[in-house]
């Protein structure tokens, strides 16, 4: 009995539709989980980049050298605030040095590259989090159907025994129970997976809205002349 009721006896028991839906259930807990560890290892990264550029970009080195050292690594890969940065300087260098470019059409010029910048640093930290919501709220209902179609077929088969037992009904469901199992298994992981995740990009994107409009303050005052040279320092006071 105990060797009938075992776990691989009941899957491999099971009817082809509830096997169907375990593997089905089993790949999506299995790309769940590798989402989850690649999210994680990724938003840390991208984390410290944010921490390691803030210090540097309010250390007070020329805006200029801050833009040449990040250009300098951009064949490895920019990051986090580095692309918004990027974006906004370098269309606030074109757009000066044309000449006689209206203040207020230089900085409705920079703020749009780095809108462009921070929905694409949206689009990439959240990445993949679509499919752990989607596992996350799917699971138990696939689950649910394959428990449901193996119970039918369990009493279906009572039609043929003469006396029906617990022996008889046991097996049958429980491997179709197996099927919710598997479903809760996948779910729960993706789930809070995903809270998690998108808690910590929502975090990100209000650090990167918040450098966008200091940085925006930064190109402002400079635009309007309200420093007597170009402010190339990153300090907070006007007066460079």
């Given at each position: 009995m105990?060797e009938?009721?075992?776990?691989?006896?009941?899957?491999?028991?099971a009817?082809?539709?509830v096997q169907?839906?375990?593997?089905m259930?089993?790949a999506?807990?299995?790309?769940?989980?590798?989402?989850?560890?690649?999210?994680?290892?990724?938003?840390a990264?991208?984390?410290?980049?944010?921490?390691?550029?803030e210090?540097?970009?309010?250390?007070g080195?020329?805006?200029?050298?801050?833009?040449?050292?990040?250009?300098?690594?951009?064949?490895?890969?920019?990051t986090?605030?580095?692309?918004?940065?990027?974006?906004?300087f370098?269309?606030?260098?074109?757009?000066?040095?044309?000449?006689?470019t209206d203040?207020?059409?230089?900085?409705?010029?920079?703020q749009?590259a780095?809108?462009?910048?921070?929905?694409?640093?949206e689009?990439n930290?959240?990445?993949h989090?679509?499919?752990?919501?989607t596992?996350?709220?799917?699971?138990p209902?696939?689950?649910?159907?394959?428990?449901?179609?193996?119970i039918?077929?369990?009493?279906?088969?009572?039609?043929?025994v003469?006396?029906?037992?617990?022996?008889?009904?046991?097996?049958?469901?429980s491997?179709?129970l197996i099927?919710?199992?598997?479903?809760?298994?996948?779910?729960?992981?993706?789930?809070?997976?995903?809270?998690?995740?998108?808690?910590?990009?929502?975090?990100l994107?209000?650090?990167?809205?918040?450098?966008?409009?200091?940085?925006?303050?930064?190109?402002?005052?400079?635009?309007?002349?309200?420093r007597?040279?170009?402010p190339?320092?990153?300090?907070?006071n006007?007066?460079?």
């Amino acid at each position: 009995m105990s060797e009938q009721l075992s776990l691989w006896e009941l899957v491999v028991n099971a009817t082809v539709v509830v096997q169907l839906v375990m593997l089905m259930l089993a790949a999506a807990s299995l790309a769940s989980w590798l989402i989850i560890f690649q999210r994680w290892i990724q938003l840390a990264r991208i984390q410290g980049s944010i921490d390691a550029f803030e210090e540097f970009f309010w250390s007070g080195t020329d805006l200029r050298s801050i833009y040449a050292e990040v250009e300098s690594r951009r064949e490895a890969g920019l990051t986090g605030i580095e692309t918004v940065f990027v974006a906004g300087f370098k269309e606030y260098q074109r757009l000066t040095a044309q000449g006689g470019t209206d203040g207020d059409a230089v900085m409705q010029g920079v703020q749009r590259a780095m809108r462009v910048a921070l929905a694409r640093e949206e689009e990439n930290l959240s990445r993949h989090l679509s499919f752990l919501a989607t596992v996350g709220s799917t699971s138990p209902y696939v689950g649910l159907f394959g428990t449901v179609w193996g119970i039918m077929h369990s009493f279906r088969n009572l039609a043929s025994v003469s006396q029906a037992t617990l022996a008889t009904v046991a097996p049958g469901i429980s491997e179709a129970l197996i099927a919710t199992a598997m479903g809760l298994f996948a779910a729960i992981p993706a789930v809070i997976g995903y809270n998690r995740f998108a808690s910590k990009v929502d975090a990100l994107m209000n650090r990167y809205d918040t450098f966008a409009d200091e940085f925006s303050s930064i190109l402002h005052r400079a635009t309007h002349g309200q420093r007597s040279r170009t402010p190339t320092k990153t300090s907070t006071n006007p007066a460079g």
